[in-house]
Nanobody, 123 residues
Framework: VQLQASGGGLVQPGGSLRLSCAAS????????MGWYRQAPGKQRELVADITSGGGTNYADSVKGRFTISRDNAKNTAYLQMNSLKPEDTAVYLC??????????????????WGQGTLVTVSS
């Protein structure tokens, strides 16, 4: 299973960006999809995640500004980021907890990570 993240870039404070994370490969189902971020010199932190049923969870620092959503038919998650602040600058990574059926009819459960997309908030 591979994840492709996109949508990062340079934006001024107060601006908006929309990130996308598309999963592909041998996928039977995806339970949780999430966005994490890692700023230079800091630990990776959860930004938001979403279940297949639409249940969401947000870091306190982004509540009210960021919205996570997903299209189950496309195995894609989105992160709409509004009112961006310089402290939101980081590499944003997506992940997915998936279930696959192997060629020998065995269930495989795993977590895949995307390559990350850089978000820079600066004037």
């Amino acid at each position: 299973v591979q994840l492709q993240a996109s949508g990062g870039g340079l934006v001024q404070p107060g601006g908006s960006l929309r990130l996308s994370c598309a999963a592909s490969g041998n996928i039977f189902s995806i339970n949780v999809m999430g966005w994490y971020r890692q700023a230079p010199g800091k630990q990776r932190e959860l930004v938001a995640d979403i279940t297949s049923g639409g249940g969401t969870n947000y870091a306190d620092s982004v509540k009210g500004r960021f919205t996570i959503s997903r299209d189950n038919a496309k195995n894609t998650a989105y992160l709409q980021m509004n009112s961006l602040k310089p402290e939101d600058t980081a590499v944003y990574l997506c992940n997915a907890d998936y279930k696959s059926l192997s060629s020998t009819s065995e269930w495989i459960v795993g977590r895949a990570w995307g390559q990350g997309t850089l978000v820079t908030v600066s004037s």
